[in-house]
């Protein structure tokens, strides 16, 4: 029984701060939406003000406004300073432009040739024009036009002439349809309407027209009646019917609830005043509440929703407690299995772990073999060119034995000249063949560390280094790039390809009564692509048969058929690709290393 009246008694609270705060967040997103819409229209408002409120100042400067003011007997100034004004209504886009002097009286405007000319008219009682002359200022002011009953913004400026005296008052009207014509917007989701206010509280624009020159402030002050009444001419200004019900609990201060009573517009708003700049305008937003009800209902059932959870958890725990104390002597029953299982499958994992390691060191082995087939390519490269660097190598020692005897006879005779000559001779033959053996132990070296960012141009340089110390004799025209080509690579493997590919084009033209091997670079597609040609014999027919292990067309002692294709293992390592075919424009072979493009910063 008490389990049941607790179940009622949350049950009961926990609508009870649905629906608080169902009402809180329907306000809460009533006043947001409202604010929304005066910040919107207040941009609006204020846009329209600056837009036109230095224009009377500009429009005074004019000196036609200053002459017509201090001659306004002259008929052809008068009526030059009213075609001045019909050019200013048009540049500006205002209604109506009209110029008057101290008394208030209009002495010119740009419908000084219409029936309904404000030409002749005095204003002096209009606030426009008395507090333009005691400020000496520009002044905004809002009401209806005297006899086109039209609501319009009036915008003045005292006109003075050169010394600073002040002579007449410039007005331009303004019509407030562009202001109105903003209510209406389909997006708007919560019908939110609108009142623009003036210091008295009247309405002067409004979405609704109903509401339209109403009074939304009551009260029975006869200066206020005064000058509503000659703000407002013919109109009968009825106060709006409607009770301030207070202020929902957690919205600010401007916003409050009201029930209005008016009979096309009854019902409850939320309301929502906020000052308009520079005048003294004010926006109230005002928003039908319907839509709180639907947000506490659907707070309220959210709220059921939470409850009807939290009770069936409960039930469901409840039972969930009942059957574990039945499940107690079977879960000792499943660990027991649980622990038999977990053996065998350790002893299974330990297996897997051994085969695991098996297979790790069979592919360290084999990596380790490819390396040293690689090596013992660049070897077997070096041992065929072993000849070639004898020569290199003999032919300078042969020119320094030379040049030290000489030296030593040039020495006895006291020719210090001929010795200091003979010395750098000698010491230029060193270099080279320091440089030459510097090459080839580079070449020899195992490639160490990662692939980076090379020049290919390096790989291509140290590889002409090598050949031409053996075949100095055959052309090789190199097609050097002059900017850097950085590729994706490693030097010394790379090299090592570039040694390969141009050896056998070497190979290729022996015998050839003009030999000449090409290497050129060039773009495609994100790649750098390195070609070698040669006018040669050409490749056998199946092009892709040079690159199977100890596939050789040249005799035993020439090679072991390994190098094309530890070249190709070397480029797809790197990423790249490396293919050959026969040239088509001439005899000869061609091969294509690609590799990919990199930036030298990466």
């Avoid at 939406?33 to 400067?61: D, G, H, K, T």
């Avoid at 639907?294 to 409840?318: D, E, H, I, K, P």
């Avoid at 100890?550 to 690709?577: C, D, H, P, Y």
Wanted: net charge neutral; aromatic share 8%.
């Amino acid at each position: 029984m008490l389990q049941r009246f607790s179940v009622v008694v949350i049950l009961v609270v926990i609508m009870l701060l649905s629906w608080l705060l169902g009402g809180w967040y329907g306000y809460r997103q009533l006043e947001q939406e409202a604010l929304q819409e005066a910040f919107r229209y207040r941009q609006l408002v204020a846009n329209e003000l600056n837009r036109y409120l230095p224009v009377p100042a500009l429009i005074a400067e004019h000196p036609l406004l200053a002459d017509a003011l201090k001659q306004p007997n002259d008929a052809v100034t008068l009526l030059r300073a009213n075609e001045q004004m019909q050019r200013m209504a048009t540049i500006v886009g205002g209604s109506d432009i009209y110029l008057m002097d101290l008394s208030g009286l209009t002495i010119a405007a740009n419908n000084f040739g219409q029936p309904d000319t404000f030409v002749g008219n005095n204003y002096a009682f209009r606030p426009y024009f008395s507090e333009a002359v005691q400020t000496g200022d520009s002044v905004a002011y809002f009401a209806l036009g005297l006899r086109s009953l039209e609501r319009g913004l009036y915008f003045t400026h005292p006109v003075r002439d050169q010394r600073g005296k002040m002579l007449g008052v410039v007005a331009i009207k303004i019509l407030v349809h562009e202001l109105e014509s903003q209510w209406h917007r389909p997006e708007s989701t919560q019908q939110a309407q609108m009142v623009v206010l003036d210091g008295d509280g009247i309405s002067f624009l409004s979405s609704r027209s109903q509401w339209l020159y109403r009074d939304f402030r009551p009260g029975d002050k006869a200066e206020k009646t005064a000058r509503v009444r000659q703000r407002y001419p013919e109109r009968d200004l009825e106060p709006v019917d409607f009770s301030v019900t207070g202020k929902p609990w957690g919205l600010a201060d401007y916003s409050t609830r009201i029930q209005l009573r008016d009979s096309n517009s009854a019902g409850t708003y939320l309301t929502v005043e906020v000052d308009l700049p520079r005048l003294d305008w004010s926006l109230m937003v005002l928003t039908e509440t319907r839509s709180v009800l639907w947000t506490r209902a659907g707070f309220l059932f959210s709220g059921l929703a939470l409850f009807l959870a939290g009770f069936l958890t409960w039930l469901y725990l409840r039972e969930r407690y009942r059957r574990e104390r039945e499940l107690a002597l079977r879960g000792e029953q499943l660990e027991r299995r649980v622990a038999q299982r977990t053996a065998d499958l350790k002893r299974s994992n330990d297996q897997l772990l051994e085969e695991i390691q098996e297979r790790e060191r069979a592919q360290t082995e084999l990596r380790e073999t490819q390396q040293e087939l690689i090596q013992a390519a660049k070897l077997a490269v070096l041992g065929q060119m072993s000849a070639g660097l004898n020569h290199e190598i003999n032919q300078p020692l042969t020119a320094i034995q030379g040049y030290a005897r000489n030296s030593r006879k040039f020495l006895e005779r006291g020719a210090t000249d001929m010795v200091d000559a003979n010395l750098g001779e000698i010491v230029a033959l060193c270099d080279k063949m320091a440089e030459l053996i510097r090459q080839f132990k580079v070449f020899a070296r195992k490639s160490e560390g990662p692939p980076s960012v090379v020049d290919l141009r390096l790989a291509v340089d140290g590889a002409l280094k090598i050949i031409r110390a053996q075949h100095s004799s055959i052309g090789i025209d190199w097609h050097r790039p002059e900017q850097p080509v950085m590729c994706h690579g490693d030097l010394i493997r790379i090299e090592q390809v570039m040694v390969n590919l141009v050896a056998n084009a070497v190979q290729a033209v022996e015998g050839r009564d003009e030999p000449l091997i090409e290497i050129m670079i060039d773009e495609e597609e994100g790649n750098w692509r390195c070609r070698v040609r040669d006018n040669g014999h050409g490749l056998p027919g199946n092009t892709e048969k040079v690159f199977e292990p100890f596939f050789t067309t040249r005799s035993v002692k020439q090679g072991l058929g390994l190098g094309l294709s530890i070249s190709r293992q070397i480029v797809e390592a790197l990423g790249g690709n490396l293919v050959g075919h026969n040239r088509d424009d001439g005899p000869g072979a061609e091969f294509v290393l690609k590799l990919k493009q990199r930036r030298a910063e990466e």
